[in-house]
């Protein structure tokens, strides 16, 4: 049991690689909080994992509202005592998950669009390793794993603030806040997928491996960095991706 009376904080809790990460963090005895924009699947994926054995609450939040991130680690103290491991998995790219237009470039897509885009994939995961921080202060202990993308490695035409947030930023956020946190046991990692098959169309993405990842390859290595067995790493970038990275000029 790698997370007996831990309990672990991730958001974009209700779908894909969040979920999956709640429900094996439960498998290794941890308290689960997991927090999305969706509170009725939030709800019913925490009621799985309680069905299963496990201790999990769905609560709702929108990454982009402080009030709310406070809210819900307020919440999950109160509940479990302790906030131990944060995951900040909520995010995506924003032409995708608003639903725009294909082919249009990027000066003519709204900035509304790119308001989004940086709200939730950088903002967001500043915003809650900003409230969690307080908690492992004072417990003097804590993990926060920060989502990057291979995306921000490589940059994308067609969504441009997604690649901003899931790169540089993500690093230098990582990075800061490992510095900052030493002093009071608290690691920070940045885990920069590749294309993980948390939906059919990642499978196109090249890679040297001649494949995407299953979501588990990438949540194993999550749940790995948030886990005692890697108490030395601190402020790096791990990029999971199969190798398509090194391959981008020979694929
Ligand atoms: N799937 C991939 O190929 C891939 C590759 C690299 C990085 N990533 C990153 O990994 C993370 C998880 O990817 P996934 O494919 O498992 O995600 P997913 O699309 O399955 O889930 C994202 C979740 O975030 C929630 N969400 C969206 N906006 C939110 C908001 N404002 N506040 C709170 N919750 C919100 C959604 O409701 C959803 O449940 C994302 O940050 C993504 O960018 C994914």
Redesign the pocket.
């Known amino acids: 049991m790698l997370f007996e009376n831990k309990t672990l904080i991730v958001?974009?809790g209700?779908?894909?690689?969040?979920l999956l990460t709640g429900q094996c963090f439960a498998k290794e005895g941890g308290n689960v909080v997991l927090v999305?924009?969706?509170l009725e699947k939030a709800e019913k994926c925490a009621e799985d994992i309680c069905a299963e054995g496990g201790k999990a609450i769905g609560l709702k939040?929108?990454?982009?509202n402080y009030d709310e991130v406070a809210a819900v680690c307020k919440k999950a103290f109160e509940e479990f005592g302790s906030i131990d491991v944060m995951v900040n998995?909520?995010?995506?790219a924003e032409t995708r998950m608003l639903g725009v237009q294909g082919g249009l470039e990027f000066p003519d897509i709204p900035i509304d669009v790119y308001d989004w885009g940086i709200d939730?994939?950088l903002k967001?995961q500043f915003y809650f390793d900003h409230a969690v921080m307080k908690y492992m202060r004072d417990q003097k202990s804590g993990v926060i794993i920060n989502?990057g993308?291979?995306t921000g490695q490589e940059g994308c035409a067609s969504n441009v603030a997604y690649s901003t947030s899931k790169s540089g930023a993500m690093n230098g956020l990582t990075k800061s806040l490992a510095l900052y946190g030493s002093k009071y046991g608290i690691r920070c990692v940045c885990i920069s997928?590749?294309?993980?098959l948390?939906?059919p169309g990642?499978a196109h993405m090249k890679t040297a491996l001649g494949r995407a990842a299953e979501?588990g390859e990438i949540v194993d290595a999550i749940l790995f960095f948030a886990s005692d067995k890697s108490a030395f790493t601190t402020g790096v970038n791990i990029l999971i991706d199969g190798g398509r990275y090194i391959a981008r000029d020979r694929t």
């Open positions: 958001t974009g209700a779908s894909g690689m969040g999305d924009i969706n939040c929108d990454v982009r998995m909520a995010g995506g939730v994939n967001g989502i993308s291979i997928p590749g294309p993980v948390t939906r990642m979501p």
